[in-house]
């Protein structure tokens, strides 16, 4: 069903895979693309969760328009391992 605001609407795919990587750490990343035709978003890529923030980047195409989720493991000063999970508009 098509949002009210936008009227685009989210695969379900969308939810669950976000839900993998957010509870599950099943992913690196999840692009989302919004498929025209269909006026709908839905998953175009993966990242395997060894894969790296330059995969990410080189998985984003130049000149389209895309959205994506990217779980970031970075260690703190007090050397604590971290994780935080960013939405990114490209």
Request: proline fraction near 2%; aromatic fraction near 14%.
């Amino acid at each position: 069903m098509a949002n009210a605001a936008s009227g685009m609407a989210v695969h379900d795919e969308c939810k669950l895979k976000f839900l993998e990587l957010k509870a599950k750490r099943t992913f690196r990343y999840v692009i989302f693309k919004i498929e025209e035709k269909q006026k709908e978003v839905i998953v175009e890529k993966v990242g395997e969760p060894t894969q790296s923030h330059e995969d990410f980047a080189a998985s984003l195409p130049a000149a389209e328009c895309r959205y994506a989720v990217f779980d970031y493991d970075f260690v703190t000063e007090e050397n604590c391992q971290k994780s935080r999970i960013f939405f990114i508009a490209w």
